[in-house]
């Protein structure tokens, strides 16, 4: 099994910049494919972005060219990486693995990972 702590959410002006961070405990993180989720208030979680376990990403549509997913195997971390950011991004943003068998499945539905970390909240002020 693995553990995951997300970290970096806070306050910022809308065209700022965060750093989320998933730290995994536990088994290597090298086995698992990662996604980043989010939930805004009244609303259905939403995937955001994912990562295989070679490297390969795919994000939404709605944070293409603002948001980018990456990880580092060695220090069991993926991040997300949220520039420009907008009002509508205000959400709790989740992490979330699942043991991949592939290099290179992305995947995109909450059904599809089976650990998942308590959440980071993300607000952006207008």
């Known amino acids: 099994q693995v553990q995951l702590v997300e970290s970096g959410g806070g306050l910022v002006q809308a065209g700022g910049s965060l750093r989320l961070s998933c730290a995994a405990s536990?088994?290597?993180?090298?086995?698992?494919?990662v996604g980043w989720f989010r939930q805004a208030p009244g609303k259905e979680r939403e995937f955001v972005a994912g990562i295989s376990r070679d490297g390969s990403t795919y994000s939404a549509d709605s944070v293409k060219g603002r948001f980018t997913i990456s990880r580092e195997n060695a220090k069991k971390t993926v991040y997300l990486q949220m520039n420009n950011l907008r009002p509508e991004d205000t959400a709790v943003y989740s992490c979330?693995?699942?043991?991949?068998?592939?290099?290179?499945?992305?995947?995109?539905?909450?059904?599809?990972?089976?650990?998942w970390g308590q959440g980071t909240q993300v607000t952006v002020a207008s």
């Open positions: 536990g088994r290597t993180l090298s086995t698992y494919a």
């Open positions: 979330a693995a699942t043991l991949s068998l592939s290099l290179t499945a992305l995947y995109t539905r909450e059904g599809e990972y089976d650990f």
